[in-house]
């Protein structure tokens, strides 16, 4: 077997890891058992929660990339069903049930490594109770509270004030929208509801958060606008939260270390927190942010659903809004209905709490009806391939398609690139303020889906696209790089940070522009998310990459008025569904595509396949 793992390996089809890490654990067990260690490690690494055992199967391993090998492997492990998997694995001493520690678990038909079925056990059982928090004034003066906030009633459900109204009577809620549904115009009012409710108490403890620096200050900037727009006194406007920090800083990441300051002996300090872009919260990080909440505290999640999952680990937000279509139950339809005004439907099934919790903002105030941004996003979130193909045809300002058949259509992506480039590069040039330069850097970008293995330095991927940027500004006269091929430093070079450094004070995603300092010497900036720029020297940096052209992963938290997406002219399993709404949603004004119809609808028609037993679990109780 361990053989055959290794031609596996060789071939790209499984990594080092998934290979070492079944020869410690089961060289010498019977070949199910060291198949199943290398596929469950695998699959973690893909960013599955579990292993499924009806996905131990010649027809899902490794993807149909290579059926003769799949087959080799089956036929060697004795071409075992599941309940052949089930007894196998139980049978081994690294295999438990849960009730004891063992390296992995099978639970509900399901392989975990420890770590990850710890994380959701911990994430299923703070989602499956019964998240209730006294409402500390009468119904009457909630609603009071919220017509004052919102618009008057209308025929149509306002669901920024349902969601307002769920988050007030929850510890625990969710708001899920997609882009230009108003999330942040929502948090805002209902920060503001619970000043006005808390009048005379002790002033509520409130914190902002996201997972990285970038969604933490664009979380700052747009919270700091709408909450100046509403109808509060300066005395009140002094206990509203003016700054968003990452998840690490807030639990106290401890540099070099997987250890936090916060955790369940030693709980945050506050009595509301608002998490904003949940749907890149990771599965370890949300059970770390769990454990570490005080026991009376609420918290709101806010993200779009729909966008791609964690790089990491799990895709909570994903599994906890599926319960979304269960509906209220018919007690908690009465209090909205009491709350808001409006008329809500009931659920004729029995819905679990979490879905009492929930709340999807359902009308986007971005994109008009004649949007072609708006048309398809609706419908590649919709998988409608058709309508993507109609609305690509179709004539709109605001988006454009040109598939990669030629070299010229090459070129002439790049030249896109000089022209959405060349405002920040000029200014940085003229020696204007760092706030301002990169202001003007994310007015456009380029967006890219492959960020791993051989294919990332080619034409396609985020290292090879970033070379070619590099080119083609330098030949326009933008950028001026060292004739020294070992020094890759030069004024107005973007860069983004690959690893967090709390020293430092910069995370994972962050990215800054390098420019000259007073004394001439080239610094790179980086907006905090007050607001404020921080210089830091080249050669203090934590490890980082150029960052002209960034994966859609990494787009995540932010939004560009002019958004461009290349993807290969050839079909990859990177390319999914959720990958390509990302990509369209971080677009403000401007998208442009730069693809194959055919490999884009293929695309459209994958959605992303994440493993987990959370919503399972939620149902069972935790």
């Not at 002033?203 to 997972?211: G, H, S, V």
Request: hydrophobic share 45%; charged share 20%; net charge neutral.
């Amino acid at each position: 077997m361990m053989g055959l793992l290794a031609t596996a390996m060789e071939r790209q089809l499984l990594r080092p890891l998934d290979v070492q890490f079944a020869r410690m654990l089961a060289d010498g067990q019977p070949a199910p058992v060291q198949l199943a260690t290398a596929l469950v490690s695998a699959a973690s690494g893909a960013g599955n929660v579990c292993l499924p055992l009806t996905e131990l199967h010649p027809d899902f391993l490794f993807d149909g990339r290579d059926p003769a090998l799949a087959h080799a492997l089956w036929d060697l492990a004795g071409l075992p069903d599941s309940a052949a998997w089930q007894q196998g694995l139980l049978a081994s001493p690294a295999v438990g049930d849960g009730r004891e520690t063992t390296p992995l678990v099978l639970q509900y038909q399901r392989l975990y490594l420890q770590r990850n079925w710890l994380s959701e056990v911990r994430v299923a059982a703070f989602f499956a109770g019964n998240h209730v928090v006294d409402i500390h004034t009468d119904p009457l003066a909630v609603r009071r509270v919220l017509d004052r906030l919102f618009s008057p009633l209308d025929a149509e459900v306002d669901w920024q004030k349902v969601a307002a109204a769920v988050a007030l009577t929850r510890r625990v809620s969710v708001i899920s929208g997609g882009p230009g549904t108003g999330k942040t115009t929502t948090v805002a009012k209902l920060l503001a509801a619970m000043l006005l409710l808390h009048e005379g108490d002790k002033p509520l403890r409130i914190q902002l958060a996201a997972p990285t620096g970038k969604a933490a200050a664009r979380l700052t900037e747009s919270l700091r606008s709408a909450l100046s727009k509403l109808p509060l006194e300066e005395a009140q406007q002094r206990h509203l939260p003016r700054e968003a920090t990452t998840l690490h800083r807030l639990l106290g990441a401890v540099p070099d270390s997987q250890r936090l300051r916060y955790h369940q002996g030693n709980p945050l300090h506050l009595d509301v927190l608002v998490v904003d872009e949940a749907s890149m919260v990771d599965l370890p990080m949300m059970a770390n942010l769990v454990l570490a909440l005080p026991a009376t505290a609420q918290v709101i999640f806010l993200g779009d659903r729909d966008q791609l999952a964690s790089v990491e680990a799990g895709a909570v937000l994903g599994d906890i809004c599926r319960f979304a279509a269960r509906g209220y139950s018919a007690q908690r339809v009465e209090e909205l209905e009491q709350l808001t005004g409006y008329r809500l439907v009931a659920s004729s099934d029995v819905s679990p709490a979490v879905a009492d919790s929930l709340c999807l903002l359902q009308k986007s105030y971005r994109f008009d009806q004649h949007s072609g941004i708006g048309i398809v996003a609706r419908a590649v979130n919709s998988g409608e391939e058709r309508q993507v193909r109609q609305v690509l045809q179709d004539e709109h300002d605001d988006l454009h398609c040109l598939p990669l058949a030629l070299e010229e259509d090459y070129q002439q992506m790049l030249a896109q690139c000089v022209a959405g480039y060349s405002d920040y590069l000029q200014a940085v040039a003229q020696g204007q303020d760092a706030s301002q330069v990169l202001a003007a850097f994310n007015r456009f970008r380029l967006l890219c889906a492959l960020r791993d293995g051989a294919l990332r330095d080619g034409p396609f991927g985020v290292a090879g696209l970033n070379g070619r940027i590099e080119q083609v500004l330098q030949q326009a006269g933008l950028i001026h790089r060292s004739r020294n091929p070992t020094n890759p430093w030069y004024s107005g070079r973007p860069v983004m940070i690959a690893r967090n450094d709390a020293l430092l004070g910069v995370f994972n995603g962050d990215i800054g522009i390098t420019m000259p300092n007073e004394a001439g010497e080239l610094r790179v900036y980086f907006q905090l998310p007050d607001g404020q720029m921080k210089p830091v020297s080249p050669s203090r940096l934590p490890p980082h990459e150029t960052a002209y052209a960034m994966t859609v992963h990494k787009s995540q938290g932010s939004e560009f008025d002019h958004t461009a997406l290349v993807l290969p002219n050839a079909f990859l399993p990177v390319l999914t569904r959720d990958l390509v709404y990302t990509a369209v949603t971080r677009a403000r004004t401007q998208l442009s595509l730069y693809a194959e119809i055919s490999i884009l609808c293929r695309a459209v028609r994958t959605p992303t396949r994440r493993f987990s037993g959370l919503e399972i679990r939620i149902l069972a109780g935790g």
